[in-house]
């Protein structure tokens, strides 16, 4: 890693608001806690507002805008590969931002970098779903961005249907599926239901409460509950 890139990279993560030690930043970035020191020291004598000391942590002042900074060629394929996944097999909406965030990124980037965005070597066959599936994945995406309940119609992987309503919490994507993970009343218990088996869906008006042990964090670590 160049230097100019790792004081940008310590700049990025002091600026996440909790105090970060220089042994935590040097394991990240590969580096003794010397040289950790030296280029904390460098970027308070250049007017980067860092708060701490060593021995004990350091932040980022808060209110502190980090400075923009281009794309290496790593970066800029992360970014079109994740934007092209997201256009084949996010919902609709998904799929406009993605674009909107390339319609920014070619905006910015210098002529010698700009091909890039269309070399074509990390493809994403536009096969994807059935639209209803990205349908419903948009519907539910924002059903758990507003914390609203969900009557869901479902039927199994052996063809019994039911009716529930759950407290959507996650959406997980497999790879060609999508899955949401959610508080089922029906069953007082977490469940996971594939979008592409749920035949009939509303989002309700009533809003879900924030109950211990039906939180999104207490559904990861029931992973392993043959339920799931």
């Not at 070619?106 to 269309?118: F, M, Q, S, T």
């Not at 879900?208 to 339920?227: H, S």
Request: aromatic content about 10%; proline content about 5%.
């Amino acid at each position: 890693m160049r230097r100019a890139d790792r004081l940008f990279e310590i700049v990025l993560l002091l600026s996440r608001g909790r105090v970060v030690t220089a042994r935590e930043l040097g394991t990240h970035l590969e580096v003794s806690d010397r040289t950790v020191y030296r280029d904390i020291q460098d970027l308070c004598a250049t007017g980067v507002p860092i708060e701490g000391e060593a021995g004990v942590g350091y932040r980022l002042r808060r209110g502190y805008q980090v400075p923009p900074m281009m794309f290496n060629e790593d970066e800029l394929q992360a970014l079109l590969f994740g934007a092209e996944v997201v256009k084949t097999w996010g919902d609709p909406e998904l799929a406009r931002a993605a674009e909107r965030i390339l319609a920014k990124v070619d905006a910015v980037l210098p002529e010698r970098l700009r091909h890039k965005l269309d070399d074509g070597r990390l493809v994403v066959p536009q096969h994807g779903y059935p639209d209803t599936v990205g349908e419903t994945l948009g519907v539910v995406r924002r059903a758990i961005n507003d914390r609203r309940r969900m009557y869901l119609d479902y039927r199994a992987v052996d063809g019994e249907t039911s009716e529930r309503i759950v407290w959507p919490l996650v959406l997980l994507y497999w790879g060609r599926t999508w899955t949401l993970g959610a508080w089922c009343e029906l069953r007082s218990a977490f469940r996971t239901f594939r979008l592409d088996r749920i035949h009939e869906y509303r989002v309700l008006t009533t809003p879900f409460p924030d109950e211990e042990g039906r939180r999104l964090n207490d559904y990861l670590a029931g992973a392993g509950d043959p339920n799931w």
